[in-house]
Each structure stands twice: as structure tokens, then as C-alpha cells.
């Protein structure tokens, strides 16, 4: 049997024998019309083909269920992770995720936080380009909705939620420097307040330790494709012969994995074994890093806790009451857990 054809909220109302306001709470909240009136509604919706346009009933409140996540690159796996976790946590707090990716770009980023603006979003969980963003860009958002960072943050009273970088730091290069030669870190351009941090974390750790600290890697370049930025500094380095150390700190799991590549392109054994050339560890533990050749050592970020501390706190500035916005943590870093496999 064809389902009956309905194209207005009004018209559904009608058929159903309920009023327009009934109708508009159920599709807000089922639960708030009484049991006899909820099962007319879903009766009248299995036998027709009417569904609601949410996404135009949203643009009409003055604040909708819409929730941005802006993240700079949605294809690096940290990223991709923490969307993922947190999408599912949004939707099941009733609201529904708006992802942008600036792709690394200040422009876009700053048109990312204007799409935001006129789609009315209730509120956004950001991981800002950081040191590249357009100065005030976030300011002009935070005057109009709610904003939490993650990962890193821009300067001010917004809410942050992100790693211990000089605690988890630390514990790679206290477990490098105990199970085998003191590492050279190998970092990459600072593109936000990590790099940084990890960088001052492993000078200060090496210098407690007794050794000489040894950094290389260009950090002028503004660029997200650590990848290859590993792979083509660590081939030049091992055809010029200037390997630092025979282990090597990458400031993410990213820089590894190309660092990892070129040792192998050039015949390197990569391990922590007896015969192995180079020991090679870095930092995230993002989920293709047990999958590397041998297995990456490295420092596991709390992506549970950070993601669900991020929405936690966004829902708790939604709140309208000002006795809980009083309450709201503006700073919570959750500590690293050190990941032992084969590369290190």
C-alpha cells in the first residue's frame, strides 16, 4: 500500500488531528506530549511519507541543536579520531555535529567560524590553526556562542582541553635514555603551542637527565604534511651521514611514520633488537601507529577523556543557569600513557 504524500508541517498536523505548537513539541522532544497524542503522531508518520525539515526548523529558533567541530586537517588521524568520538558523544546528547576542516589555512578558518555564525550553532569545539590564525577570529565567535578548545588554544578565557605535553614528554625521554642511547628529538614547524611544549619538555628533561640535548628538523617551514617532511629529512640525513643519534624523538606519530620509511628505503633496520640500526618513538599514539613495520613507541594521548571532558564542558556553558557557568573548568590536561612497542 502507497504511503500518503504530505509536504507541509501544517498539512501533517491536520491529518493527524493535532495542532500545529502539539506537532512542534513532539519533533523538540517526544516525550513532552502525552503517550495517546505521541502514538497518533507516530501512527500518522509510518502511514505517510512526511519527515520533518530539521535542519530549516533549526535556522528558525534562536539557538538551534547544531554543534560545530572545526579541527585544521580532518585527515591527519589524531583529528580524525577525536571526530569521530566526538560526533557520537554530540549526537547523543540530542544536538547535531557541523564538521569544517580548515585544511591548514588561516582564510578558510576564518570563513569556517562565519559558516558557524549563520547557521545559528548552539556552540563549537575547536582545535584552532593556533599560532597562523587571523588574530580575533575566535573572539568574534565566542561573543556570539559558547566555544571550547581542544588540542590547542588561543590566547584568553575559552575553555581548553588538551594533553600534558611536558608530562608525557618527559616519560618517553626518561624511558628512551634508560633502555638505550639518549634520544635526538627531530621536531617540525610550530604550528600551535604543542610543538612548542614538547620541544621545552624534552630540552628540560634531557638536561635533568645528565645529557646533551640534540634537535633537528626544519621548523621554519609553515606546513601540516609532516609525512613527508619526515621522509625527505631523514633520507637527506642518512645519505649525508648525519644522523644525529642512533635513536630518534619525533614530535608526532606523523613525522615517525616518514622517518620510519626513509630508514627503510635506505636499508635501516628500525627496532629496538640487537641488530637493529635505529630506534625510532614519537608521540599521540594515533590508531595507524600499531600498524607501522615494526610497531611505533610512542606517548598515547586520552582521546576518551578529552573528547568526552570537551563536550562535557560545552554542555555545561549551554546551560543557562549562571551558578554552573561559574563553575567551569578553563583549563584540563589529562596526562600521556607511555605505549612500548617494537620501534623503540
Known amino acids: 500500500m502507497d504511503k500518503m504524500t504530505i509536504k507541509t508541517m501544517d498539512d501533517f498536523a491536520r491529518s493527524c488531528g493535532v495542532s500545529r505548537p502539539t ?30 525539515n530539521l535542519y530549516a526548523r533549526n535556522l528558525n529558533r534562536k539557538r538551534t541543536r547544531n554543534i560545530g567541530i572545526l579541527v585544521p586537517v580532518i585527515t591527519d588521524p589524531f583529528y580524525a579520531e577525536m571526530v569521530n568520538r566526538l560526533e557520537l558523544l554530540v549526537r547523543g546528547e540530542g544536538y547535531w555535529p557541523i564538521v569544517i576542516s580548515s585544511h591548514g589555512l588561516p582564510d578558510l578558518e576564518a570563513e569556517a ?51 600534558n605535553n611536558a608530562q608525557s614528554v618527559a616519560t618517553i625521554v626518561d624511558y628512551l635514555c634508560r633502555s638505550g642511547a639518549p634520544p635526538a628529538y627531530f621536531d617540525i614547524p610550530h604550528v ?44 637527506a640525513m642518512i645519505t649525508a651521514g648525519t644522523l644525529p643519534a642512533t ?28 641488530d637493529s640500526d635505529l630506534r625510532i618513538a614519537a608521540h599521540d599514539d594515533h590508531p595507524l601507529s600499531r600498524y ?13 577523556s578529552m573528547a568526552r571532558s570537551s563536550v562535557d564542558t560545552l554542555l555545561s556553558m549551554l546551560d543557562e543557569s549562571d551558578d554552573c557557568a561559574q563553575v567551569i573548568a578553563r583549563r584540563i ?12
Open 23 to 52: 506537532l512542534s513539541r513532539y519533533f523538540d522532544s517526544p516525550s513532552s506530549v502525552k503517550p495517546v497524542t505521541r502514538k497518533r503522531i507516530e501512527d500518522a508518520l509510518s502511514a505517510s511519507d512526511y519527515r520533518p
Open 192 to 235: 600551535n603551542h604543542n610543538s612548542g611544549e614538547r620541544l621545552a619538555s624534552y630540552l628540560a628533561t634531557m638536561e635533568s637527565l645528565g645529557f646533551e640535548p640534540v634537535v633537528v628538523g626544519d621548523t621554519e617551514s609553515y606546513s601540516w604534511n609532516f609525512e613527508h617532511m619526515g621522509y625527505e629529512q631523514t633520507d
Open 292 to 304: 607501522t613495520c615494526p610497531p611505533l613507541t610512542t606517548m598515547a594521548q586520552d582521546f576518551t
Open 113 to 163: 567560524v562565519n559558516t558557524l555564525l549563520s547557521l545559528k550553532a548552539a556552540g563549537a569545539i575547536i582545535a584552532p590553526l593556533g599560532l597562523a590564525s587571523e588574530p580575533g577570529i575566535f573572539e568574534k565567535l565566542r561573543e556570539s556562542i559558547p566555544i571550547v578548545y581542544f588540542d590547542t588554544f588561543i590566547e584568553g578565557n575559552t575553555p581548553f582541553i588538551g594533553n
Open 247 to 274: 635513536t630518534i624523538l619525533c614530535a608526532n606519530d606523523r613525522l615517525a611514520f616518514g622517518a620510519m620509511a626513509a630508514a627503510h628505503a635506505r636499508g635501516l633496520r628500525v627496532g629496538r633488537r640487537s
Open 333 to 344: 590536561i589529562f596526562d600521556g600513557t607511555l605505549v612500548m612497542r617494537q620501534s623503540a
